[in-house]
Nanobody
Framework: QVQLVESGGGLVQSGGSLRLSCAASGRTFSSYYMGWFRQAPGKEREFAAAISRSGGITYYAESVKGRFTISRDNAKNTVYLQMNSLKPEDTAVYYC???????????????????WGQGTQVTVSS
């Protein structure tokens, strides 16, 4: 089992940057695939990015590709989401998630992740 705590959200102007962090408990962090999802008011939770256990493979939603970068530091039990060129439509609660078993076909699906953080609010003003 793993517990996840996000941080780094806040209010930023359009075009600005933020870096989200997700700290995981436990000594087996490197065994988990990690993902970032987001949920805007009145909308369903959607996939943003995911990363393999070693960090060597990353996946991005088309809406964030080229602007967001997911990375992880297994020594620090932390996964990051660097968000650049932020737009008002990026406004959402951002969640990190983890699971032991994922494939390239399932990393985009929120229902395939067993562990979730509490979320951190990101607001981008125009």
């Amino acid at each position: 089992q793993v517990q996840l705590v996000e941080s780094g959200g806040g209010l930023v102007q359009s075009g600005g940057s933020l870096r989200l962090s997700c700290a995981a408990s436990g000594r087996t962090f490197s065994s988990y695939y990690m993902g970032w999802f987001r949920q805007a008011p009145g909308k369903e939770r959607e996939f943003a990015a995911a990363i393999s256990r070693s960090g060597g493979i990353t996946y991005y939603a088309e809406s964030v590709k080229g602007r967001f970068t997911i990375s992880r530091d297994n020594a620090k039990n932390t996964v990051y989401l660097q968000m650049n060129s932020l737009k008002p439509e990026d406004t959402a609660v951002y969640y990190c998630a983890a699971n032991l078993v994922l494939t390239s076909a399932t990393m985009f699906k929120s229902e395939k992740y067993d562990y979730w953080g509490q979320g951190t609010q990101v607001t981008v003003s125009s």
